[in-house]
Each structure stands twice: as structure tokens, then as C-alpha cells.
């Protein structure tokens, strides 16, 4: 399994600012991945990062709001724009683990979550 | 479409006692399912996962799950709870592809 750290573990923040979440693994994974958990409510997948790629969003998710880097196989960074109060929730990144040949790879392991508040 | 349901938001259990987590999903063919358990202030932990072959899995922490085809149904189980066991538990699905599909969470809570 994978060891998945987030920075900042938490922060308040004000509307209209915007705040850049760090995750790192400590092994070179291909795939990985950003969640929302807003509160109460399950996760929600943001967007695949693939490094050397763009990332790839799902429906509801714009690149403007939630830009993404994927500088090297072991970190990635999501950042939220302009945030509002809304956009308070806990974001989790994730990896694959194992190979596409792999059933393992199936699985995934998700970092500590940095919980964000908007006020 | 893929889905899945966790019928029982909270469920409040005696420590020592039994626990059953149920999960439904829907999905054409048979998919990858998976059971996390999420502290307060944590991330998700994989309990258990099910690929193939034997329905009844194994996992951490004593849990155990069982792949029930013609129900559509993963229930999480655990003969004795500890008060530790108090936390979120999520099931959820795949289709053997990166993307999950995850129910709604059932929080448990562990009496004294």
C-alpha cells in the first residue's frame, strides 16, 4: 500500500481566495486522484491527474475552479479558485495501487483529507 | 448506470455485540466492491475488497464481507464490536476501471 500525506491538514479561509492543496506519495504511482467530501455527504471524484497529462474532470467540475498539477509521480496539487462557502468540504487525494495487469491496482489509498472551511 | 446504497445512515450498536453493514449495488455485470472505513478527522482506510472467487472475504480489523450476486449485496460484518470500530464506513463499487461509485456512508456508534 501506499503512504499518502496532505498539506495543510485543514484551513479557514475567506471568499474569493483561493488555496492550493498538496499531496504526496511516497512511491511513483500513475494514476491519481482528487475527491470531494462536502459535509455528511459521500465523495465525489473531482479529476483523474495523470503525470505528463491534463487532468481529466468529471461532469460538474471545471478546470478554471479546481486547476490541477501533476509535476512528477509522487506529488499533485489542487488548487480551489475563488472559493465561496460552498466549496467547504473535506478534499481527499488518492492513488492506484499496483499495475494495469494487477487486480490489486483496483484498489485505492487515500491520503488524510484536508478539511477546508469557507466563511 | 452504477449505483450504491447503504440503507442505514447511523446504526448504534453495544460493544461486544454483532454488526451487519449493508450495502446494495446495481451494476450489470459483476463489479469490484469495496468497504472503507473513514475516522473522525482521517482518511479512508481499506477494510476488505472483493475481485473474484470466494464470496465471503476477509479484511482488517476483523471484518469480514460476503458477495451476495442474487441479492446485489456486499454486507459488512464483524461478530464483536470494539469501541474503536465507532467511525464512517463507505461501500463502494467499481467497474474494474479507476472509477469508484461511492454509497452514502453509515455511521457507526459504539455504546459502553
Known amino acids: 500500500s501506499a503512504v499518502i500525506s496532505q498539506k495543510p491538514s485543514r484551513d479557514i479561509c475567506q471568499r474569493g481566495t483561493s488555496l492550493t492543496i498538496q499531496c504526496q506519495v511516497d512511491s511513483q504511482v500513475t494514476m491519481m486522484f482528487w475527491y470531494r467530501q462536502q459535509p455528511g455527504q459521500s465523495l465525489t471524484l473531482i479529476a483523474t491527474a495523470n503525470q505528463g497529462s491534463e487532468a481529466t474532470y468529471e461532469s460538474g467540475f471545471v478546470i478554471d475552479k479546481f486547476p490541477i498539477s501533476r509535476p512528477n509521480l509522487t506529488f499533485s496539487t489542487l488548487t480551489v479558485s475563488n472559493m465561496s462557502p460552498e466549496d467547504s468540504s473535506i478534499y481527499l487525494c488518492s492513488v492506484r495501487g499496483g499495475s494495469s495487469t494487477d487486480p490489486n491496482s483496483y484498489e485505492q489509498y487515500f491520503g488524510p483529507g484536508t478539511r477546508l472551511t469557507v466563511t | 448506470a452504477q449505483s450504491v446504497t447503504q440503507p442505514d445512515i447511523h446504526i448504534t450498536v453495544s460493544e461486544g455485540a454483532s454488526l451487519e453493514l449493508r450495502c446494495n449495488y446495481s451494476?450489470?455485470?459483476?463489479?469490484?466492491l469495496f468497504w472503507y472505513v473513514q475516522s473522525p478527522g482521517q482518511g479512508l482506510q481499506l477494510l476488505l475488497k472483493y475481485f473474484s472467487g470466494d464470496t465471503l472475504v476477509q479484511g482488517i480489523k476483523g471484518f469480514e464481507a460476503e458477495f451476495k450476486r442474487s441479492q446485489s449485496s456486499f454486507n459488512l460484518r464483524k461478530p464483536s464490536v470494539h469501541w474503536s470500530d465507532a467511525a464512517e464506513y463507505f461501500c463502494?463499487?467499481?467497474?474494474?476501471?479507476?472509477?469508484?461509485?461511492f454509497g452514502t456512508g453509515t455511521r457507526l456508534k459504539v455504546l459502553a
Open positions: 463502494a463499487v467499481s467497474s474494474g476501471t479507476y472509477k469508484y461509485i
Open positions: 451494476y450489470g455485470a459483476t463489479p469490484y
